[in-house]
């Protein structure tokens, strides 16, 4: 049995090909929503949720904190699922099929510290950016977020 990450072109060929599930880390404060700005890749430049691939065997909860501590560096309290999102416009640009599974999460401490996040600077928004991935954009609009009301601009 193979351990590790599969080499980056092995692991862009097979998720080519079949959908790949992933974690969407939808952290909320009275700040509003917590999004980082993607540093490279296909969403290079644009204002993200937090997320990534859930790996083969890992339980969605322990993806969500692994994913947030990954890219964030902090630590997360993991709560309600808020729903899927589907990314047809990765689909369109032949990237791959991501298939989403959003969950609200608090940062575990009020503290915690963003400034080692790995994906690019994170920010909190309660007026979503214009530069943003679209799907995302969607998603937070309608989804019930508690006592963030989050705005586009």
Known sequence: ??????????????????PRTTVEVVVVSPAGVLLVERLDGPCEGLWTIPGGTVRFG???LDAVARVALSELGVPIA?????GYLEYPSHLAQGIDWPIGIAFACRLASPSGDLESSTVGPGRWFKVLPREMHEEQRSFLLSAQLGDVA????
Do not use: A, C, N, R
């Open 1 to 18: 049995m193979m351990s590790g990450p599969l080499p980056e072109d092995e692991f862009k060929e097979i998720f080519s090909k079949v």
């Open 150 to 153: 989050l705005s586009s601009s």
């Open 78 to 82: 993991v709560g309600q699922m808020l």
């Open 58 to 60: 890992e339980l969605l």
